[in-house]
């Protein structure tokens, strides 16, 4: 049945005031929807924060360090010290079997080497020892009691002010990978040298390109 325009604007209202009243007199509270934009949605970490803190690197054994003499460093001249340190590393080994290969990770960067010690379980980082790529003199993945140790001397700076020349040494999962860090170690110290060059910390001048041939040579033929 065909109703006035004025009749059915009035039966819109009075359809519009019920609904009104139905939702205002609705007690129970509506939901809370908080919207998020789908970029943030998508930025948002599922990892947790407590997440362990990883390093980049090679896992090798710390074999330890001994106290050189002398300034100019050739083929063979870590070959000694190596020998000391493999000798009492296996030695240590045999007295003590809860102790792990792999106690450390090794981490080459320009300007830095960052040795990271593991625990016990050889998994987190309890202690780091740092060495600036300008202080060593020598590195070498050439040694005849092992083919997976690599070691590099590095000038060590006293609290007197004096400095002494100590060779460290790692021995690697393979012959491969000592290989690796030794040119891991060159190239980082090309880096190193040629900011500091470009930087005016070091001139080109006889005693400067010395320090180079001397620093920069590792033996990983």
């Known amino acids: 049945m065909w109703q006035p325009a004025s009749e059915r604007l009035q039966h819109l209202q009075t359809m519009l005031k019920t609904k009104l009243n139905v939702l205002t007199l609705r007690k129970d509270p509506l939901p809370t929807v908080i919207f998020h934009e789908p970029e943030a949605i998508e930025l948002c ?127 690697c999962e393979s012959k491969l990978e000592a290989k690796k860090l030794a040119h891991s170690m060159m190239e980082a110290f090309k880096k190193t040298f040629h900011s500091m060059r470009s930087d005016g910390r070091i001139h080109k001048s006889g005693s400067s390109d010395e320090f180079a041939e001397e620093s920069s040579t590792p033996d990983d033929d």
């Open 45 to 171: 970490s599922a990892t947790p924060h407590t997440k362990n803190r990883t390093h980049t690197g090679y896992k090798v054994t710390y074999l330890g360090k001994v106290t050189i003499s002398g300034t100019q460093f050739l083929s063979g001249c870590t070959e000694s010290a190596v020998v000391g340190l493999c000798d009492t590393k296996r030695k240590s080994l045999a007295y003590d079997d809860s102790i792990t290969s792999s106690n450390a990770i090794l981490e080459i960067r320009p300007f830095q080497v960052r040795l990271h010690h593991l625990d016990e379980r050889g998994e987190a980082t309890v202690a780091m020892d740092t060495f600036q790529v300008a202080r060593i003199a020598y590195c070498t993945a050439d040694h005849n009691i092992s083919p997976n140790v690599f070691a590099w001397i590095y000038r060590q700076i006293n609290d007197d002010l004096t400095f002494q020349m100590d060779c460290h040494a790692i021995e």
